[in-house]
Each structure stands twice: as structure tokens, then as C-alpha cells.
């Protein structure tokens, strides 16, 4: 019902910069949260970053002062712009979205979707 598709990551060195774009498109009546999480070789997804239908964010405390959220409601799009990027921020980065949708029983609710991902390498 709802197809979540990112775009952007890539490597960059040490203290680059880097934009990652997420789109959400389908079937579905608003979407609440947008965010992005992360998935390091060997660790378990963490949340990155969140942002409300209303604008309110949520930062996991790493990336606090370097990573900005933002979204477009209108075009249901949400971006993460990250600097001064550190090693320890390599991962499949995911898009996450949680959308209000008409079920099978044409019951209203909110369910999760996610993208396919992309990788972020921070190396010399």
C-alpha cells in the first residue's frame, strides 16, 4: 500500500557531508512519523532521527548538533542532512514511515513501512 524509496548516502571522508532523501508514495490516509534509523555491520537497528506530521524532532544523542531532520508534508518527503560525518556513522541507513491506511477489514490504521536502504561509508 505504501512504497517508501530513498535516495542519497554513498562514502565520504571524515568530517563530509552527506543528504539522504526518502519519498513515500501509495495508498494511505496521512502519514504520521517519518525517520531514519540505522543498521552497523554486527549491531541491531538504532533510531537516528524522527520527525512528526507536526514538526517536533527526535535525535539519537550521537548525532545531535550534526544531523538535521526535515520533511515536506505536502510532498511526503523527509530528509537527513548529516555533517561532519565520523566513521562510526557507517551503516545501511533506513527510511522509516508510519502512515494511516485503510486495512482489508476497511479499518484505519497505523502501520509501518520501511525502505530497502542505503549504505553510509565514512573512510579515508
Known amino acids: 500500500q505504501v512504497q517508501v524509496a530513498e535516495s542519497g548516502g554513498g562514502m565520504v571522508q571524515p568530517g563530509g557531508s552527506l543528504r539522504l532523501s526518502c519519498a513515500a508514495s501509495?495508498?494511505?490516509?496521512?502519514?504520521?512519523?517519518m525517520g531514519w534509523y540505522r543498521q552497523a555491520p554486527g549491531k541491531q537497528r538504532e533510531l537516528v532521527a524522527d520527525?512528526?506530521?507536526?514538526?517536533?524532532?527526535n535525535y539519537e544523542d550521537s548525532v545531535k548538533g550534526r544531523f538535521t531532520i526535515s520533511r515536506d508534508n505536502a510532498k511526503n518527503t523527509v530528509n537527513l542532512q548529516m555533517n561532519n560525518l565520523k566513521p562510526e556513522d557507517t551503516a545501511v541507513y533506513y527510511c522509516?514511515?508510519?502512515?494511516?491506511?485503510?486495512?482489508?477489514?476497511?479499518?484505519?490504521?497505523?502501520?509501518?513501512?520501511w525502505g530497502k536502504g542505503t549504505l553510509v561509508t565514512v573512510s579515508t
Open positions: 501509495g495508498r494511505f490516509f496521512s502519514i504520521n512519523t
Open positions: 522509516h514511515v508510519n502512515a494511516l491506511v485503510l486495512t482489508t477489514y476497511n479499518v484505519l490504521s497505523p502501520e509501518d513501512y
Open positions: 520527525i512528526t506530521s507536526s514538526g517536533q524532532t
